[in-house]
């Protein structure tokens, strides 16, 4: 192996594939053995374990993916699509907001007498480190209906309400659902979400079990923001169905809000980090 000479010997060393006598050294002096190229076979392991630390890093930091186990969210999701998470943006602060498909942990028993899958070790491994879905049946996935200090409504079939506002749903409520379910079980309601709190329905109005049919548990329906995973960004598998899962116009009308917002700059988790990597460029640019 040479560096930097086509030759195959380096200005003043004699390169071979053993030894390298060095300029003034005779025959008898001192000989040094080049080192031998690792095996690929010893280098595999290493490889294969700096891959899964990686993929265990970007699971846990980053994006994670999620199988859809039901029809609780059609027609935006299917049952067995793969969906990725986005979980990197909660680290700067961000919080869940309306219209966003989010996945949570069950925060109160919602999924009892639900089936649960028995993955076998393989998969159980390779779902931990983010190779596959994650094979946790204790998380739901539902779109935000509602943040801490909304007021949401059902009366009849709908509207649906959110601060007095009515939300035009046609866009992702299943066809031939009505925006409100009219029984007794809590399809019709009218709730205030605390602050640390959102009230989240399914798409399937008529086929989800969700913040209105869970009002009787510890939280009243309403699920903790630290209990959010993360926001369901892309679609990613079948790949015919590949998409991104914006957040409905309907949700960015005026007025929607409960109260103004806060006077102050605000800065989006994307401009944090690019805030965060121009001093390092900077920094680099004058050592060049």
């Not at 060393?13 to 300029?23: K, L, Q």
């Amino acid at each position: 192996m040479t560096s930097g000479n086509d030759s195959g010997a380096a200005e003043g060393d004699r390169v071979t594939g053993e030894y390298s006598t060095a300029e003034g050294e005779g025959p008898g002096g001192p000989a040094r053995t080049a080192k031998k190229q690792r095996s690929f076979w010893k280098e595999l392991p290493i490889l294969i374990g700096i891959a899964l630390v990686l993929a265990l890093l970007i699971k846990t930091f980053l994006v994670q993916a999620f199988s859809i186990p039901s029809d609780s969210m059609q027609n935006t999701l299917q049952q067995g699509d793969r969906v990725l998470v986005d979980k990197l943006t909660p680290w700067f602060g961000s919080e869940p907001e309306r219209g966003e498909v989010v996945v949570f942990h069950d925060p109160d028993n919602w999924l009892a007498g639900e089936p649960t899958a028995d993955p076998n070790a393989l998969q159980t491994f390779l779902s931990w480190i983010g190779l596959m879905p994650s094979a946790e049946e204790k998380d739901l996935i539902k779109r935000v209906v509602g943040v801490g200090g909304d007021t949401v409504e059902c009366k009849g079939t709908g509207p649906l309400k959110v601060n007095g506002k009515a939300l035009d749903e046609r866009s992702y409520v299943y066809a031939g659902n009505t925006p409100c379910s009219v029984d007794d079980q809590g399809g019709q309601f009218k709730v205030k979400v605390p602050e640390g709190y959102i009230w989240v329905m399914g798409d399937h109005r008529q086929n989800s079990r969700d913040s209105r049919y869970n009002q009787s548990d510890e939280h009243h329906g309403m699920v903790p923001v630290k209990d959010v995973v993360g926001r369901a960004v892309v679609i990613a598998w079948p790949i015919n169905r590949w998409d991104n899962l914006p957040v409905p116009d309907t949700f960015d009308q005026a007025g929607l809000n409960a109260q103004p917002a806060a006077a102050g700059p605000a800065v989006a988790p994307q401009g944090a980090a690019l805030l965060g990597v121009v001093p390092v460029v900077l920094w680099r640019r004058r050592k060049q």
